[in-house]
């Protein structure tokens, strides 16, 4: 068992890593298991999620919204980041579904700029084997390339 100073401790600590950038619930369990004791981060970790600061659903939207401004990336490749900080496939194939039409446009204008920049010095197979190495799919691979055509 803890005290109420130790638990006070405890969610400082991990209220302050939180805070400097949002975290997934896996993140803040890897950060501090070796740090606090199991049933002491576990209970923090609970009442940091009531309260709101750890949300994994809503790390999801906000990291998609994220990578969506900043990079070209298809759909697989924002999966797989999102897997790899710890968020279960079932939430994060939940919101590809929900949200499929706006991805599958964005996917669209990737491929569309990462085509436009490559097409220079590039034949049509080189860009589309990257394109489906990157883990596009073909029927927005496709729509990119009719721009070499045009």
Known sequence: MYTIEEFDYAKTKILK????????????????????????????????????????????????????ALKSLSVKE???KLLAKGISLEDVEQYITENQEELQEYERNS???????????????EIR?????????EENINDAIKLLEE
């Open 17 to 68: 890593y939180i805070l400097y950038k949002k975290r997934t619930e896996k993140e803040v369990k890897t950060k501090f298991r070796n740090i606090i004791s199991q049933d002491l981060l576990e209970d923090v970790i609970e009442e940091l999620k009531q309260i709101g600061y750890i949300n994994d659903q809503a790390y999801i939207k906000r990291a998609i919204q994220e990578m969506m």
């Open 78 to 80: 924002i999966q797989y």
């Open 111 to 125: 491929a569309k700029n990462i085509v436009y920049k490559k097409m220079v010095g590039k034949e049509e197979y």
């Open 129 to 137: 084997s990257y394109l489906l190495k990157k883990g596009y799919q």
